[in-house]
């Protein structure tokens, strides 16, 4: 068996698509520009990077699109009121505190001080509570899981009934949203993490395998159940000796070459799960958008 590449770049560019299609819509309609705001702390290069392609992609989808660039030693005091503001800002319809903020700062409080209809990264105790209630359709989810929920659809359906589903990680961002998901569509759900015993014997269980904890190639394939579809978040930077001297590449968490001779299909690293996390914040932000204008928010 070979496992086929799920294609996340290609799906995300659909996803793009909608989301254009929406706003453009809703600007037509009610004259409503969707807004997104995003607020970056320091100088970390990988989140500057990060914030440089949401807001490229948030101008592509025509949207209006700010940038609030502050310096690592900014007062936690004047990052909460930039918040206020942005919350009170009728032009903006999603903000998102790029992660990680410099030591000092308290994310948590920062993030608490977003109001739940702006949370288009879906990190809120609100928004947290609505999914964890099954009130899917008034939260706005994390964008990665978002992701991955449709990249899993497009292999096997709406209905995930009769599926059993492991999900390696627990973390706020990715692995209990994501396992919420999974419960929605009916699969029977484990949370695995760094104490779960005898894991590849868990793992080999599951007819959908999630594996999102940060440790590059981690997942080998004894890991992984023949006809297995296999969803693989992590991003982890190693040597690439092979392409010069000081010279890196990007893995997942899953060695891709032994999970795709027992995997039916699965994300590579880069190219997989990746560009779905921008395109859900657009989904997101469009959704936003319309619930501000008093329209019916559009699913993607």
């Given at each position: 068996?070979?496992?086929s590449?799920?294609?996340?770049?290609?799906?995300?560019?659909?996803?793009?698509?909608?989301?254009?299609?929406?706003?453009d819509?809703?600007?037509?309609t009610?004259?409503?520009?969707?807004?997104l705001?995003?607020?970056i702390?320091g100088?970390?290069?990988?989140s500057q990077v990060?914030?440089a392609?949401k807001?490229r992609?948030?101008?592509?989808?025509?949207f209006?699109?700010?940038t609030h660039?502050?310096?690592?030693?900014v007062?936690?005091?004047?990052?909460l009121a930039?918040?206020?503001r942005l919350?009170?800002?009728?032009?903006i319809h999603?903000?998102?505190?790029?992660?990680?903020?410099p030591k000092g700062?308290?994310?948590?409080?920062?993030i608490a001080?977003?109001h739940?209809?702006?949370d288009v990264?879906?990190?809120?105790l609100v928004?947290?509570?609505r999914?964890?209630?099954?009130l899917?359709?008034?939260?706005f989810?994390?964008?990665?899981p978002a992701g991955c929920?449709?990249?899993l659809?497009?292999?096997l359906g709406?209905?995930?009934?009769g599926?059993?589903?492991?999900v390696?990680?627990?973390?706020n961002?990715v692995?209990?949203?994501?396992?919420?998901?999974?419960l929605l569509?009916?699969?029977?759900?484990?949370v695995?993490?760094?104490r779960?015993k005898?894991?590849?014997?868990?793992?080999?269980?599951a007819?959908?395998?999630?594996a999102?904890i940060g440790r590059?190639?981690?997942?080998?394939g004894?890991s992984?159940?023949?006809g297995?579809?296999?969803?693989d978040?992590?991003?982890?930077r190693i040597?690439a000796?092979?392409?010069?001297e000081?010279?890196?590449?990007?893995?997942g968490?899953?060695?891709f070459d032994?999970?795709a001779?027992?995997?039916?299909?699965?994300?590579?690293?880069p190219?997989?799960?990746g560009?779905?996390?921008?395109?859900?914040?657009?989904?997101n932000?469009?959704a936003?958008?319309?619930?501000?204008?008093g329209?019916?928010?559009?699913?993607?």
């Amino acid at each position: 068996m070979q496992a086929s590449r799920i294609d996340g770049k290609a799906a995300a560019e659909a996803v793009l698509r909608q989301a254009k299609a929406a706003g453009d819509k809703l600007r037509e309609t009610s004259g409503v520009q969707p807004g997104l705001a995003v607020v970056i702390v320091g100088e970390d290069p990988a989140s500057q990077v990060y914030v440089a392609n949401k807001g490229r992609t948030a101008e592509a989808c025509g949207f209006h699109s700010v940038t609030h660039r502050l310096p690592a030693d900014v007062p936690q005091d004047e990052l909460l009121a930039l918040i206020d503001r942005l919350n009170a800002d009728p032009a903006i319809h999603g903000i998102l505190q790029q992660l990680p903020l410099p030591k000092g700062l308290d994310a948590d409080a920062v993030i608490a001080r977003i109001h739940p209809d702006k949370d288009v990264d879906g990190l809120t105790l609100v928004n947290a509570g609505r999914l964890a209630s099954g009130l899917v359709n008034d939260a706005f989810v994390p964008c990665t899981p978002a992701g991955c929920m449709v990249l899993l659809r497009q292999v096997l359906g709406e209905d995930l009934s009769g599926k059993r589903a492991v999900v390696i990680g627990r973390s706020n961002l990715v692995g209990k949203p994501m396992a919420q998901l999974l419960l929605l569509a009916n699969a029977t759900v484990t949370v695995a993490h760094s104490r779960t015993k005898d894991l590849p014997a868990l793992c080999r269980e599951a007819d959908i395998l999630v594996a999102a904890i940060g440790r590059p190639r981690f997942l080998k394939g004894d890991s992984v159940k023949p006809g297995a579809v296999v969803i693989d978040v992590g991003i982890n930077r190693i040597d690439a000796p092979e392409k010069g001297e000081g010279k890196t590449r990007l893995v997942g968490d899953v060695d891709f070459d032994e999970a795709a001779a027992r995997a039916s299909a699965l994300t590579p690293v880069p190219g997989g799960v990746g560009p779905m996390t921008i395109a859900m914040l657009m989904a997101n932000t469009v959704a936003s958008a319309y619930r501000a204008a008093g329209e019916e928010r559009p699913r993607f």
